[in-house]
């Protein structure tokens, strides 16, 4: 319960962070949050085996995916450091993948190639076309936008734990994905907070 309790203050430390580089939001703590997340990162890619392979290869495939297809994602220096950081980390995995196998069942690898990866991808797909379909910063729009993926969050979140189809997971790959959508509902939820102040702030500027 711990882990996904810190996989939730993650995401919301993540949009913290967005918001200081693209609103320049929060900058008086900018060295405090940015410590914070690169310890959590660090400790995410330390954990253990199973927890680093997929935190390092999520940062190196959404690196690489977010310099080709949405470079304003990861123009922050924080960003990008992280992304370098975990290249070796990821490298590391691949030359010892036979010892990372190891470490698991059959059903652990077979589920996390044929049911986690497809669940992220169509994931970070779906971030990615939420981006160029609402690309504000703020507005009631990107509340909205928002709103909705906090409550596909929730579904989610709930299928996952409680859904016979997914009852069948092992246990590493149902915290991985726990793990994973925790952290985009921290995300979420952060920002749906700080948007509705700026929506407010702004609509009352204009009295």
């Given at each position: 319960m711990l882990l996904e309790l810190i996989s939730f203050i993650y995401g919301i430390l993540s949009?913290?962070?967005?918001?200081?580089?693209?609103?320049?939001?929060?900058?008086?703590?900018?060295?405090?949050?940015?410590?914070?997340?690169?310890?959590?990162?660090?400790?995410f890619f330390l954990y253990n085996k199973y927890i680093s392979f997929f935190g390092t290869?999520?940062?190196?495939?959404?690196?690489?995916?977010?310099?080709?297809?949405?470079?304003?994602?990861?123009?922050?220096p924080i960003w990008k450091n992280l992304i370098y950081l975990s290249i070796p980390i990821f490298i590391y995995h691949i030359l010892?993948?036979?010892?990372?196998?190891?470490?698991f069942t059959g059903e652990d690898i077979k589920?996390?190639?044929?049911?986690?990866?497809?669940?992220?991808?169509?994931?970070?797909?779906?971030a990615l076309i939420e981006d160029y379909i609402?690309?504000?910063?703020?507005?009631?729009?990107?509340?909205?936008d928002k709103i909705f993926q906090f409550v596909i969050l929730i579904v989610?979140?709930?299928?996952?734990?409680?859904?016979?189809?997914?009852q069948e997971l092992t246990n590493p790959n149902l915290l991985i994905l726990n793990i994973f959508y925790l952290a985009?509902?921290?995300n979420i939820t952060s920002g749906i907070?700080?948007?509705?102040?700026?929506?407010h702030l702004f609509e009352k500027n204009k009295i």
């Open positions: 949009n913290v962070i967005d918001y200081m580089y693209d609103s320049e939001l929060f900058l008086e703590n900018k060295q405090f949050f940015e410590l914070i997340f690169v310890l959590l990162t660090i400790f290869g999520l940062f190196v495939a959404g690196g690489i995916g977010g310099f080709i297809f949405a470079p304003h994602a990861v123009d922050a010892h993948l036979n010892s990372l196998i190891e470490s589920q996390f190639i044929f049911r986690v990866i497809p669940i992220v991808c169509v994931s970070l797909l779906f609402v690309p504000e910063e703020h507005g009631k729009k990107k509340l909205y989610l979140l709930y299928f996952l734990n409680y859904s016979s189809y997914f985009w509902l921290g907070y700080i948007l509705s102040q700026l929506t």
